[in-house]
T-cell receptor, first 112, second 113 residues
């Protein structure tokens, strides 16, 4: 079945460092989304990408929709302690009614 | 304004018992989704409602799982004869229409002993 391969699985970084994570798939998607989940909460949408090649920023976050439509990356610049959480990529898969397929997540830890 | 709410926040049950999990979506949202999140995993789609109808039940893992939605509002996910592998966080999300941004509730953490 369709699957999103997200890496890295976890990251331990120093405050102020930049972070990069990505998602790949063997399937083509029309939308890529990036969510952040904090303990005890549901995921919150960070960035949505709707067009191949699209590069979108939201503050210190930048995400790109790969040209092949099979991948996406998320960058976080100048990380701060409140960036801690689990970041998920997600995509709308073909034939769905809007439901999403998710990657397994990247757990980010930031040392002050 | 009020977001998506779910109850209970935590549920511990014994194997073989039935459980009901409730989701209150954002008022006016026509689409409602249930997902399951196992420890350390991503979210796994279970079922989608458009209004009170469920056009996509493809993610329900077995016939022990069922869901309904009434009044184009609250939804209940029922798990019958719970098994230990059902232990997970069950998340509900709603969106204004399908393909719009999904807003998630905080989830119900289910533990089956």
């Amino acid at each position: 079945g369709q699957q999103l391969n997200q890496s890295p699985q976890s990251m331990f970084i120093q405050e102020g460092e930049d972070v990069s994570m990505n998602c790949t798939s063997s399937s083509i998607f029309n939308t890529w989304l990036w969510y952040k989940q904090e303990p005890g909460e549901g995921p919150v949408l960070l960035i949505a990408l709707y067009k191949a090649g699209e590069l979108t920023s939201n503050g210190r976050l930048t995400a790109q929709f790969g040209i092949t439509r099979k991948d996406s990356f998320l960058n976080i610049s100048a990380s701060i302690p409140s960036d801690v959480g689990i970041y998920f990529c997600a995509a709308h898969y073909g034939g769905s009614q809007g439901n999403l397929i998710f990657g397994k997540g990247t757990k980010l830890s930031v040392k002050p | 304004g009020a977001g998506v709410s779910q109850s209970p926040s935590n549920k511990v049950t014994e194997k073989g018992k039935d459980v009901e999990l409730r989701c209150d979506p954002i008022s006016g949202h026509t689409a409602l989704y249930w997902y399951r999140q196992r420890l350390g995993q991503g979210l796994e789609f279970l079922i989608y409602f458009q209004g009170n109808s469920a056009p996509d039940k493809s993610g329900l893992p077995s016939d022990r799982f069922s869901a309904e939605r009434t009044g184009e509002s609250v939804s209940t996910l029922t798990i019958q004869r719970t098994q230990q592998e059902d232990s997970a966080v069950y998340l509900c999300a709603s969106s204004l229409f399908q393909y719009n941004e999904q807003f998630f509730g905080p989830g119900t953490r289910l533990t089956v002993l």
